[in-house]
């Protein structure tokens, strides 16, 4: 097999080449600069590349969505950096964004087009669904998962909030690993603790806090792997398997990573 | 004799008339002070909406048990108004089972189905008064969720009693009634015994035709005076939803349920700041103006869906027990959050009937007064609240409005929120990092290039 070159084409250099892409890779602020998601990221990129799909992101043009400052309560930080997104996503002509942050995910679907960016976009979990399912994508080259046990736990901006549950499934699904349920999922899956810009904060004042009470469901199932699909799931849940020291046993992968994993790349 | 009953009957009728307008009339204009908001799009997909989830209660059959005794509960009380409006045209025109000869034998069927709803009623409303009150359930018990303490717990079980006696006073007027038939008593139209209420004859076996008239009168009394009661009652209570559910199914957000509602006036600062467009262009419309308040501090702040959602909400908790941050022991409750907004719409109600109907500041804001800023800061948006609800009542909207009016309007965020606002106004990042390391996670991928 020869050494895959992974590139990672801006949309700078892509519009002085003249280019256009198939797709946008918006990588959001954890995929930018938190070092366990970096890794996502690059998984990511990986998967695209060997896939062959004409890529580009918008490297240090890139700021945050705004989710954050939104459900925060700031307004006006939200729509500061939304308009000047939608700015540089016009220059550029964007059509189609897909992005590994399901909050992300969500403000660009739902929340930009009010403010005037109209694109088409998805999670990564519905476009690894859609090589997949092209067979740009196939499982094959890299770790064996049969017989691996694997739970999948819900982001609630994935899934109640935009009502996607199977694309995340079907990719883990294409694995052949054993997936079992969560005792609460899909539609009653439970927050990991960090949305609504909990993740910024400390929490408030109970008796426990809500990702132990989260990774305590995900233990019970007896999966060895947790699989998650949002930067904000991965630290929560990570934190969750510190907190009851089960690192190794018991490990959290982004979707991208494992089908990274399962092609060997 | 029976025209002093018509007479008494005529304004026992007129005054519950009156006081249900009143109510309702109150009700309504408490809804309306909300802010303006477009539900009136998509009427097709709404009205179909309001078939599912309202008449055919959909999301209470997410739990099979409990939506199936909900459900006899539901068709009792809305086919049981057929009788209670041949009751009532009774007590109108004097006149006694008045559809019973145009009905004939169907006349028998009938009552006989309703006897059966009744019974379903009656032992459906006996086991929920069961889990209240010995099983306790979680959710409904005011030792572990301080919002059903007090009025809300007692209004539970009152309603449930309500029913249950109801009931009982409608099969025994039955089985009395048929007994009076059978001693051929003059006013009472034979119809033939009821498919349940015969087995309820044995009790009135050895009384005498006089005290048989006096109980099927007083049964009869006591079942349309109850309902009448019930009718105005309904509106103080939390059972408003069996009204309410309906117009507030229809008018539910079809958006998805992550998308938070744009503030345009903000919009229109943020284009002119960023130069988009000027205040002078006329194009832009007006200049900008800078609205009154930033979120929601009070009940007039919040859209009138968010005040009907609070006269809907029958405070059964299935929110509240879905709440990531309410079973961790945080004090907020999205069902407090439903409560307290209605509270605070029932106080501002009074407030109008003694003031002629203009409300006159008491100096309190459902901000503050009645939701405290820890309750609201605890809310994840995780949505598992707006999921559970079975009549589409959203209380994470009023909870992200209230948010906006402390961090916007009041400037109170918790520090921690404070540092990551000023990260984004400057580094475009929620993180301390510089934006021009962004893009730092690719440079080992391209320098293999």
Known sequence: ?????????????????NETPEVLFW??????????????????????????????????????????ARRAGNEFTFQMLAMSNIQVLDMYGVKKIVTACPHCFNTLKNEYPELGGNYEVLHHSEYLQQLIDEGRVRIEGGETFKGRKITFHDSCYLGRANGIYEAPRHVLEALDADLIEMKRSKVKGLCCGAGGGQMFKEPEPGKKDVNIERIEEAIDTGATTIAVACPFCMVMMTDGVKNKEKEDSVKVFDLAELIAQAEGL | MAIIQQIIFLIVLGIVGWFVFKRANLIRKTISLGRDEDRYDQPAQRFSIMLRVAFGQKKMFDRPLIGLMHFVVYAGFLLINIEVLEIVLDGVLGKHR??????????????GFFEFLAIGVLVTCSIFLIRRAILKVERLQPSRHREMNGWPELDGKIILLFEIVLMIAILTMNAADTVLQEMGSPHYTPTGDFAFSQFLKPIFANWSEN?????????????????????????YSKHLHIALAFPNTYFSRLTPKGEMNNM??????????????????????????IPERFGAKDVPDLSWKNLMDAYSCTECGRCTSACP??????????????????DRLEDIGRNMQTNKGEFVDDGKSLMGDYISNEEILACTTCNACVQECPILINPLDIILQLRRYKIMDEAQAPGSWNTMFQNLDTNQAPWKFSPDDRFNWAEKLRNEV
Do not use: Q
């Open chain 1, 1 to 17: 097999m020869s050494e895959l070159i992974n590139k990672v084409p801006t949309m700078a250099e892509m519009a002085a080449g």
């Open chain 1, 27 to 68: 990588v959001g602020c954890a995929g930018s600069f938190d070092d366990r998601y970096k890794k996502v990221t690059v998984a990511f990129v990986k998967i695209l590349n060997k896939a062959g799909v004409k890529f580009a992101v918008l490297g240090t043009e890139e700021s945050c969505t705004g989710d954050p």
């Open chain 2, 98 to 111: 008045l559809f019973a000869p145009f009905l004939g034998t169907f006349y028998n069927f009938l009552i």
């Open chain 2, 211 to 235: 005290s048989l008239i006096i109980y099927e009168r007083f049964a009869w009394w006591f079942h349309i005076l109850g309902i009448f009661t019930f009718a105005v009652y309904v509106t």
């Open chain 2, 264 to 289: 345009p006036d903000i919009t229109k600062e943020v284009k002119i700041m960023l130069g988009l467009t000027t205040s002078e262009d006329p194009a832009s419309g007006t200049e900008s103006v």
């Open chain 2, 325 to 342: 941050a309410n079973f961790t022991g945080k004090k907020l409750s999205p069902r407090k959050i439903m409560m307290d907004t209605r």
